[in-house]
T-cell receptor, first 115, second 113 residues
Framework: DSGVTQTPKHLITATGQRVTLRCSPR?????VYWYQQSLDQGLQFLIQ???????AKGNILERFSAQQFPDLHSELNLSSLELGDSALYFC??????????????FGPGTRLTVT | GESVGLHLPTLSVQEGDNSIINCAYS??????FIWYKQESGKGPQFIID?????DKRQGQRVTVLLNKTVKHLSLQIAATQPGDSAVYFC????????????FGRGTSLIVHP
């Protein structure tokens, strides 16, 4: 158990819908990262938040957005869902900001299926 | 575009053997590299990292080697155990002061008892 929790574990929804994925980081961790893992694209970094502020952006679509709240939990919002958005979405957390040695702890993931 | 790749999609070894998983990267600006292990049904797990100013770093039963001349990264696992069976990813960070990783496709390591 990494100490990072994600809800829900599974989510099935239809194209065009909007969903919210939730992540609670390990106690004491200030950074939260979101990743997407799909069969065709592999693991991709989406976005990072540190202490409530966006710090780095990867391959995140405009239809996707995220935020980190004062209690440090984070939400990833996916809208206008398409079949290709079906994937595993992981959240990770770390103590530090970024750049240097920055061991991240991953949650168990949310499996999103868009039908 | 530039990307991180893996030479072998599957590696099968016998328990007790040493395993070597390779990774090629193409971005000479990458300054930080990480190896992750992902077991079936679980999220990735950090194994070891290395900065570009080093060429070797050792952990518990694992060693990462970085050859910047040929842009090659390897993960060596000593005395491989069945519990090491997983998919291994390398990642390179091109973000400089920020963390913007690019991941390889992964190598599946199968350890036979």
């Amino acid at each position: 158990d990494s100490g990072v929790t994600q809800t829900p574990k599974h989510l099935i929804t239809a194209t065009g819908q909007r969903v919210t994925l939730r992540c609670s980081p390990r106690s004491g961790d200030l950074s939260v990262y979101w990743y997407q893992q799909s069969l065709d694209q592999g693991l991709q970094f989406l976005i990072q938040y540190y202490n409530g502020e966006e710090r780095a952006k990867g391959n995140i679509l405009e239809r996707f957005s995220a935020q980190q709240f004062p209690d440090l939990h984070s939400e990833l919002n996916l809208s206008s869902l398409e079949l290709g958005d079906s994937a595993l979405y992981f959240c990770a957390s770390s103590v530090g900001l970024t750049g240097g040695r920055n061991e991240q702890y991953f949650g168990p993931g949310t499996r999103l299926t868009v039908t | 575009g530039e990307s991180v790749g893996l030479h072998l999609p599957t590696l099968s070894v016998q328990e007790g053997d040493n395993s070597i998983i390779n990774c090629a990267y193409s971005n000479s600006a990458s300054d930080y590299f990480i190896w992750y292990k992902q077991e079936s049904g679980k999220g990735p797990q950090f194994i070891i990292d290395i900065r570009s100013n080093m060429d070797k770093r050792q952990g518990q039963r694992v060693t990462v080697l970085l050859n910047k001349t040929v842009k090659h990264l390897s993960l060596q696992i000593a005395a491989t155990q069945p519990g090491d069976s997983a998919v291994y990813f390398c990642a390179e960070n091109i973000g400089g002061g920020s963390y913007i990783p690019t991941f390889g496709r992964g190598t599946s390591l199968i350890v036979h008892p």
